[in-house]
């Protein structure tokens, strides 16, 4: 089911509908998606902003964090006096100014299996802002289970990356990449990263969001995208999906 654009969206949206094969209808499945967001940190602020302000029309915020003055270098949905409460409180205030008629919902804690599987239920796509391993391990098992488009994006130091999973379109998974990161672990508090790093990337996943939604263009499929920044350089490589891969190859004969 989809929205029917008004004209003062249509106006809103326009910039969008203008584009070879981004029509009216486009703009109006957009305005009905619905999107779960995990982790308002650096690249959940810079994705976020671009979907509610592309006309996501709900969009779900999952961070169980405070803003810290050290978050203030990269996270920019957050301000000075945003430092000791809810980031998701702060985005969402943040967000709302963007854009009123994106639904905001925050949860301010970390979910279970059983609670993100039921939040999956209830959302189009998740984007993967998390900083961890395990997280993102986590979501890519879930996703698949629930055949959730998942879109995941990491970045440290000066170094970032974007792989996406469609269930329904039986593509490789994330665990058929990281599995060959090994058990690492750093995070930017440890490790460290540049901001606008965060920010080229979280912008990377809401383009990918909004293409897999809407189905535009030629979303990553099967393709792991690595940025550098320090040589502003990109490479691509192909993730063939592995036939023994625990969450998305083929059963185990018995």
């Known amino acids: 089911m989809t929205n029917q654009l008004t004209p003062k969206q249509a106006m809103r949206y326009s910039r969008h509908i203008m584009l070879p094969g981004f029509d009216l209808e486009k703009q109006e499945q957009l305005l009905a998606s619905r999107v779960?967001?995990?982790?308002?940190?650096?690249?959940?602020?810079?994705?976020?902003?671009?979907?509610?302000?592309?006309?996501?029309?709900?969009?779900?915020l999952v961070d169980d964090d405070l803003v810290d003055a050290s978050n203030l270098q990269r996270q920019v949905l957050h301000g000075e006096s945003d430092v000791g409460i809810s980031?998701?409180?702060?985005?969402?205030?943040?967000?709302?100014?963007?854009?009123?008629?994106?639904?905001?919902?925050c949860v301010e804690q970390r979910l279970n299996d059983q609670e993100l599987l039921e939040r999956l239920q209830q959302h189009d796509l998740v984007l993967d802002c998390s900083d961890n391993l395990t997280t993102r391990?986590?979501?890519?098992?879930?996703?698949?289970?629930?055949?959730?488009?998942?879109?995941?994006?990491?970045?440290?130091?000066?170094?970032?990356?974007l792989f996406c999973v469609l269930p329904a379109q039986q593509s490789a998974c994330y665990a058929c990449?990281?599995?060959?990161?090994?058990?690492?672990?750093?995070?930017?508090?440890?490790?460290?990263?540049?901001?606008?790093?965060?920010?080229?990337?979280?912008?990377?996943?809401?383009?990918?969001a909004i293409k897999i939604l809407v189905n535009y263009g030629e979303p990553l499929l099967n393709t792991l995208l690595l940025f550098d920044a320090a040589t502003q350089?990109?490479?691509?490589?192909?993730?063939p999906k592995r036939a023994d891969c625990q969450t998305c190859g083929c059963p185990a004969q018995t």
């Open 137 to 161: 391990n986590q979501l890519n098992t879930l996703c698949w289970k629930t055949n959730t488009a998942l879109v995941s994006g990491a970045a440290i130091r000066m170094e970032g990356q």
């Open 233 to 239: 350089q990109w490479q691509r490589f192909n993730v």
């Open 87 to 105: 980031k998701c409180a702060s985005a969402r205030d943040s967000l709302s100014k963007l854009n009123s008629a994106t639904k905001l919902n």
């Open 177 to 208: 990449v990281s599995h060959f990161f090994g058990e690492q672990s750093l995070t930017c508090s440890e490790a460290g990263v540049m901001s606008p790093v965060v920010g080229v990337i979280g912008a990377l996943q809401a383009l990918e």
């Open 36 to 60: 779960l967001l995990i982790g308002v940190g650096g690249l959940g602020c810079a994705a976020a902003q671009y979907l509610v302000a592309s006309g996501v029309g709900e969009l779900t």
